[in-house]
């Protein structure tokens, strides 16, 4: 009777090496798409799509009076007095906390 078990091994062995090159094969051939694809997506830095207007970001930063973060640009209202974002429902409260008339002190001011 013929013993296959050396064959059935080197046949296994060779089956987990294929395996492991095509794997590798694939590893780095994702890899490169994926460098490929990165640089396709920037525009080059000197581009004007990547200029700033000067304005302030808005988007994600709290608000001054009820600290919910804005979620479009559109929402935030600028403090005329301090420029502190509010939206607009919070800047009336906003101001009549944060820029109220001082109170006159008890001793030296003018009551």
């Known amino acids: 009777m013929l013993d296959f078990t050396p064959l059935l091994v080197a046949a296994g062995l060779l089956l987990v090496f294929v395996l492991a090159v095509v794997g590798l094969v694939l590893l780095v051939r994702r890899q490169a798409m994926h460098q490929g694809h990165r640089s396709k997506m920037r525009p080059p830095r000197d581009e ?59 001793r030296g001011g003018d009551a």
Do not use: I, M
């Not at 994600?60 to 301090?82: I, K, L, N, W």
């Open 48 to 106: 004007p799509r990547w200029a700033s207007d000067g304005a302030p970001q808005r988007v994600g930063r709290p608000c001054a009076a009820c600290s919910e973060v804005f979620v479009t640009d559109g929402e935030a209202t600028a403090c005329d007095v301090c420029e502190a974002l509010c939206h607009a429902n919070c800047l009336a409260r906003h101001c009549s906390a944060t820029h109220a008339p001082a109170q006159a002190p008890f």
